[in-house]
């Protein structure tokens, strides 16, 4: 059964820190990563997705991805209140075309 | 850009009616759209694959003739709960892909159904 995984949390951070969230995956095939923001009573945001090993940086925001380890994690600089949300890690996994596979998500709260 | 609309975003409905829900891509073809439910505090689950004119793909466990999907064209596709009961009562989320090579999905604003 192909799988992604994610602390639940909640991960606790004080404004202006860095927050680390990380999700593993089951399929060493994956091919695309993808991570999201959901507010609650809302729907996924896209944030950025990633596929080659390595850093991705956007703004803020930094995916790291090791295929290796099978690990795909989000680093957010300069934590902000309104960063506190749940965060989706997506995969897509070999063979699957266009469908995502989600991970439970782990709850960000970024305190004052 | 990759904007998508759901309507309606909140429906109260009694037990036993059917509700369709719709779903549309505003600024791009979608040549995939995907239909997700969430309970309170659960994450994302897939419901059904719908292409453009071919029949839905549904996961497992999910029964196709109570959650009719029809894709008419590449912007819109509609979701119909028939013969709705309380326990299917939940946040229901339609996505949308153009085919682009890395497969980002965009999401709808969901539609919350509370059956009574």
């Known amino acids: 059964q192909k799988e992604v995984e994610q602390n639940s949390g909640p991960l606790s951070v004080p404004e202006g820190a860095i927050a680390s969230l990380n999700c593993t995956y089951s399929?060493?095939?994956?091919?695309?990563f993808f991570w999201y923001r959901q507010y609650s009573g809302k729907s996924p945001e896209l944030i950025m997705f990633?596929?080659?090993?390595g850093d991705k940086e956007d703004g803020r925001f930094t995916a790291q991805l090791n295929k290796a380890s099978q690990y795909v994690s989000l680093l957010i600089r300069d934590s902000q209140p309104s960063d506190s949300a749940t965060y989706l890690c997506a995969v897509s996994f070999t063979g699957t075309a266009s469908k995502l596979t989600f991970g439970t998500g782990t709850r960000l709260q970024v305190t004052l | 850009g990759a904007v998508v609309s759901q309507h309606p975003s909140r429906v109260i409905c009694k037990s036993g009616t059917s509700v369709k829900i719709e779903c549309r891509s505003l600024?791009?073809?979608?040549?995939?759209m995907f239909w997700y439910r969430q309970f309170p505090k659960q994450s994302l689950m897939l419901m059904a694959t719908s292409n453009e004119g071919s029949k839905a793909t549904y996961e497992q466990g999910v029964e196709k003739d109570k959650f009719l999907i029809n894709h008419a064209s590449l912007t819109l596709s509609t979701l119909t709960v028939t013969s709705a009961h309380p326990e299917d009562s939940s946040f229901y989320i339609c996505?949308?892909?153009?085919?682009?090579?890395?497969?980002?999905?965009?999401f709808g604003p969901g539609t919350r159904l509370t059956v009574l």
């Open positions: 996505s949308a892909t153009s085919g682009t090579s890395y497969n980002e999905q965009f």
């Open positions: 600024d791009f073809q979608a040549t995939t």
């Open positions: 990633i596929y080659s090993n």
């Open positions: 399929d060493r095939g994956s091919q695309s």
